[in-house]
Structure formats: structure tokens, C-alpha cells
T-cell receptor
Framework: DAGITQSPRHKVTETGTPVTLRCHQT?????MYWYRQDPGHGLRLIHY???????DKGEVSDGYSVSRSKTEDFLLTLESATSSQTSVYFC????????????FGSGTRLTVV | GEDVEQSLFLSVREGDSSVINCTYT??????LYWYKQEPGAGLQLLTY?????DMKQDQRLTVLLNKKDKHLSLRIADTQTGDSAIYFC???????????FGTGTQLKVEL
């Protein structure tokens, strides 16, 4: 998707290891979000950011932390990966709050073995 | 948290109309959205409706909003095989800063 990239696109990791996913935007948008997508659950919000160093928890934040040291990057860290964190992770951005909808990245498929 | 509900599957024949339904929870939502997700891709914004509207039409897409029943629907006219995807409805929550998504409806278009 134009203006937003996620890395890596795929990752396999072992239980107990830390993992960091990166979301990078070139739109200078204020708001950035991390969601996870699981069958039967749709998308669930993990954490979001409303500015540099300003973050807040979503509905499924346990086991995850985030950091935003500059406008363009929003990092999601799984502190000690578990099998329940196997999922597809999506980053999204918006400029002026959710009223204008989100632009989504292409996703990161994470498998924890 | 809030629950936005959708049926999981819908199958239609090519050329027919598809209607995807959604029940949302937050009566103060100002905007409601429909997103489309094709296999292996992120979500793409299809259309949205402001809460003071009952209907919005955009080419083959028609969105109907019933605020009393908190019911949102997406009608796709003349459904094509390229419309096969997962469709998500979403509502604004958290004071306007967050979207809450439904579980998604898998639309399958058969020849």
C-alpha cells in the first residue's frame, strides 16, 4: 500500500524469543495502529499511537509493547513470543483521527513454533 | 469491549446482488465503514457513511444505515468474481480515534 510498509512480511520464530515488527509510513500521519487478525475474530486492536512517544493500549495488548520515537516508525514488540501470538499483524495509519478511515499495510504473517 | 457482528459467509452467483449485513454497538459512532480484504492483502477502504445519512450509493455499492436498530448493510449490484473477498464493517469508537471492526464476511462468487 502506498505510503505504508510493514517488515518483515513473514517470520517464523521460536516460543520465548522476542520479536519486533516494524511499520513505516511516509505520509506524516499522526495516528498509527497495530491490529492482529485471527479467524473468527476479525481485527483486534493491540496498541495505537497518537504522536511521537504517545501510545495507548488496545483490547488485546497483553504480551505486546510498542514504541514510536519518530513520526514515521511504529514498532510492535512481542516480549516473549507464545504460540497464541501466531497471527497476521496489520499496521494502519490515519491523519486526523479515525473519521477519515485507515490506510492499511500489507501485513506481517508471524508463526510462533 | 464493543462487538460488531457480521455473518461469516455469503455465497452468490455471478451477476446477482450481494447483501452483507452488520450490527454495530456504539450509537455515538459518527462514521461507519466498509473495508474489503483480498487474499494475502491488507484491508482496502471501500466506502463509508456518515451517521446522519440513511443511504449512500457509489457505483455498484449501496450502503444502508438504520441507526435505530444499529444495522448497517452493503449491497453489491451485479456481483463479479473479482468481488470475492472478505468484507469488514467498522465503527468509530474511543472518542473518534479508533475503529472497531466486525468479524468479517467471506463473500464467494460462483459462476
Amino acid at each position: 500500500d502506498a505510503g505504508i510498509t510493514q517488515s518483515p512480511r513473514h517470520k517464523v520464530t521460536e516460543t520465548g524469543t522476542p520479536v519486533t515488527l516494524r511499520c513505516h509510513q511516509t505520509e506524516n500521519h499522526r495516528y498509527m495502529y497495530w491490529y492482529r487478525q485471527d479467524p473468527g475474530h476479525g481485527l483486534r486492536l493491540i496498541h495505537y499511537s497518537y504522536g511521537v512517544k504517545d501510545t495507548d493500549k488496545g483490547e488485546v495488548s497483553d504480551g505486546y509493547s510498542v514504541s514510536r520515537s519518530k513520526t514515521e516508525d511504529f514498532l510492535l514488540t512481542l516480549e516473549s513470543a507464545t504460540s497464541s501470538q501466531t497471527s497476521v499483524y496489520f499496521c494502519a495509519i490515519t491523519g486526523s483521527g479515525a473519521n477519515y478511515g485507515y490506510t492499511f499495510g500489507s501485513g506481517t504473517r508471524l508463526t510462533v513454533v | 469491549g464493543e462487538d460488531v457482528e457480521q455473518s461469516l459467509f455469503l455465497s452468490v452467483r455471478e451477476g446477482d446482488s450481494s447483501v452483507i449485513n452488520c450490527t454495530y454497538t456504539d450509537s455515538s459512532s459518527t462514521y461507519l465503514y466498509w473495508y474489503k480484504q483480498e487474499p494475502g492483502a491488507g484491508l482496502q477502504l471501500l466506502t463509508y457513511i456518515f451517521s446522519n445519512m440513511d443511504m449512500k450509493q457509489d457505483q455498484r455499492l449501496t450502503v444502508l444505515l438504520n441507526k435505530k436498530d444499529k444495522h448497517l448493510s452493503l449491497r453489491i449490484a451485479d456481483t463479479q468474481t473479482g468481488d470475492s473477498a472478505i468484507y469488514f464493517c467498522a465503527e468509530i469508537t474511543g472518542g473518534g480515534n479508533k475503529l472497531t471492526f466486525g468479524t468479517g464476511t467471506q463473500l464467494k462468487v460462483e459462476l
